[in-house]
Nanobody, 120 residues
Framework: QVQLVESGGGLVQAGGSLRLSCVASGGTFSRNAMGWFRQAPGKEREFVATESWTTAYADPVKGRFTISRDNAKNTVYLQMNSLKPEDTAVYYC????????????????WGQGTQVTVSS
């Protein structure tokens, strides 16, 4: 069965950096879009970034976050720099059922999430 396991979350001061990793198992996903989403308390899950043959980012994270992937390891990364308190959320990695996707409904598999907390 497909499983995604995130790591790298934690508590960081504003302006600091974190690198999230997500390892997928149970399949090969080089032809699938992989992405990151986040959900803050009281808010809906929102798109953060996706990577396939190209990348896309949500406006609030552009210039600060970088998504990358290593298909040989079935791993997707999210490098987060210049973190802000507004970035505090549970971050989820996901694999889409198609080659390009930015909507949650287009993602078939999800990790359990990892908490990122940015102190002010």
């Amino acid at each position: 069965q497909v499983q995604l396991v995130e790591s790298g979350g934690g508590l960081v001061q504003a302006g600091g950096s974190l690198r999230l990793s997500c390892v997928a198992s149970g399949g090969t996903f080089s032809r699938n879009a992989m992405g990151w989403f986040r959900q803050a308390p009281g808010k809906e899950r929102e798109f953060v970034a996706t990577e396939s043959w190209t990348t896309a980012y949500a406006d609030p994270v552009k210039g600060r976050f970088t998504i990358s992937r290593d298909n040989a390891k079935n791993t997707v990364y999210l490098q987060m720099n210049s973190l802000k308190p507004e970035d505090t959320a549970v971050y989820y990695c996901a694999i889409a059922s198609r080659e390009w996707a930015t909507r949650p409904d287009d993602y078939a598999y999800w990790g359990q999430g990892t908490q990122v907390t940015v102190s002010s």
